[in-house]
């Protein structure tokens, strides 16, 4: 590792270490700050982006890597409060990284196919190849977080009566957490994102919607209703955060009240745990150079 990158993995265990949730049982999320911008203050926002460009092109080399070796994979479940920010964060993150080797999933409200299925089934089927780093905007998570602040919803699900109990948030919990252990096991790492907004800058967000022509699109009355349940998914993820940290599937609880810091963190957790991999380009034995130097002779032997 050059002296450069050294540097760069030296800033940002700083940025991420307190954002990692690995023991979810002394969680609060009312320990961390929406705001927070790890001391770095608005005069230092050049020397954050420059240290972001750095992170995207470490990202696009360790993902070549990751994409040649064709062993491990990389799962990134973004959530948040509306207008914290998920698409723009992996919009300039994932910017520099070549798209064969990235696939981007969002999920909205289940079809009338994936209701007829289990909750995990339409995440399942999108998880990442060997080699591939996998985005889920939105995931699994909104089971326990969107239906338990509106339970009505589970009368959807075509649940057999009996399984819908008081129990059932915390079962869904465990089943993730095994879920997550599970994947692990086969070579696909997960990290999960929480960009975490406050109420506060989630209005003067939407207000921005409201009064500038060319967001208008982003705004959905739906929104507006949604704040009115603010307390109760801020209760949803702390106990989701809870049950599901672990040091194979850590949580990341990321101030997104700054987007130009919340960037940083994101790409910063996302290149540690690449470079954590270990990731090469596959050798080569005897037999393929001998093929590479036949190939290298028929090339230069030919006149045109």
Same mark, same amino acid.
């Given at each position: 590792?050059?002296?450069?990158?050294?540097?760069?993995?030296?800033?940002?265990?700083?940025? %991420?270490?307190?954002?990692?949730?690995?023991?979810?049982?002394?969680?609060?999320?009312?320990? &961390?700050?929406?705001?927070?911008?790890?001391?770095?203050?608005?005069?230092?926002?050049?020397a954050?982006?420059e240290?972001?460009?750095?992170?995207?092109?470490?990202?696009?080399?360790?993902?070549?890597?990751? #994409?040649?070796?064709?062993?491990? /994979?990389?799962?990134? =479940?973004?959530?948040?409060?509306?207008?914290?920010?998920?698409?723009?964060?992996? +919009?300039?993150?994932?910017?520099g990284?070549?798209?064969?080797?990235?696939? %981007?999933? /969002?999920?909205?409200?289940?079809?009338?196919?994936?209701?007829?299925?289990? #909750?995990?089934?339409?995440?399942?089927?999108?998880?990442? @190849? +060997?080699?591939?780093?996998?985005? &889920?905007?939105? /995931?699994?998570?909104?089971?326990?977080?969107?239906?338990?602040?509106?339970?009505?919803?589970?009368g959807?699900?075509?649940?057999?009566?009996?399984?819908? $109990?008081k129990?059932?948030?915390?079962?869904?919990?465990?089943?993730? !957490?095994?879920?997550?252990?599970? =994947?692990?096991?086969?070579?696909?790492? %997960?990290?999960? &994102? &929480?960009?975490?907004?406050?109420?506060?800058?989630?209005?003067r967000?939407?207000?921005?919607?409201?009064?500038?022509?060319?967001?208008?699109?982003?705004?959905?009355?739906?929104?507006?209703?949604?704040?009115? #349940?603010?307390?109760? #998914?801020?209760?949803?993820?702390?106990?989701?955060?809870?049950?599901?940290?672990?040091?194979?599937a850590?949580?990341?609880?990321?101030?997104?009240?700054?987007?130009?810091? $919340?960037?940083?963190?994101?790409?910063?957790?996302i290149? @540690?745990?690449?470079?954590?991999?270990?990731?090469?380009?596959?050798?080569?034995?005897?037999?393929?150079?001998?093929?590479?130097?036949? !190939?290298?002779?028929?090339?230069?032997?030919?006149?045109?």
């Amino acid at each position: 590792m050059d002296r450069e990158k050294r540097e760069i993995r030296k800033r940002i265990g700083k940025l %991420v270490d307190p954002c990692r949730v690995t023991r979810g049982k002394k969680f609060r999320l009312k320990e &961390f700050d929406p705001g927070d911008t790890g001391g770095l203050g608005s005069d230092q926002k050049p020397a954050a982006r420059e240290l972001l460009e750095k992170g995207i092109r470490w990202l696009a080399e360790e993902q070549d890597k990751l #994409y040649a070796q064709d062993r491990h /994979s990389l799962l990134l =479940l973004f959530q948040a409060m509306d207008a914290a920010g998920k698409d723009g964060t992996i +919009r300039h993150v994932m910017s520099g990284v070549n798209p064969q080797g990235c696939q %981007v999933f /969002s999920f909205k409200q289940p079809s009338m196919e994936e209701l007829d299925h289990d #909750y995990l089934w339409r995440c399942q089927k999108c998880l990442p @190849e +060997r080699g591939r780093i996998g985005i &889920f905007n939105r /995931s699994y998570y909104e089971e326990v977080l969107v239906v338990r602040a509106h339970p009505e919803l589970l009368g959807r699900q075509k649940l057999p009566p009996g399984l819908v $109990t008081k129990g059932i948030w915390k079962e869904r919990l465990d089943d993730i !957490a095994g879920f997550e252990r599970y =994947l692990g096991r086969q070579g696909t790492t %997960v990290l999960k &994102f &929480f960009l975490h907004v406050s109420r506060k800058e989630q209005k003067r967000r939407f207000l921005e919607r409201l009064d500038q022509p060319e967001k208008n699109w982003k705004f959905s009355p739906a929104d507006i209703g949604e704040r009115g #349940y603010w307390d109760d #998914y801020m209760a949803a993820y702390e106990d989701a955060i809870r049950r599901t940290a672990s040091r194979e599937a850590p949580w990341f609880v990321v101030p997104a009240d700054n987007k130009w810091y $919340t960037r940083l963190v994101v790409v910063a957790a996302i290149v @540690e745990a690449l470079w954590k991999l270990d990731l090469a380009y596959p050798g080569i034995d005897a037999a393929r150079r001998k093929e590479i130097a036949a !190939a290298r002779r028929s090339l230069m032997l030919e006149k045109r």
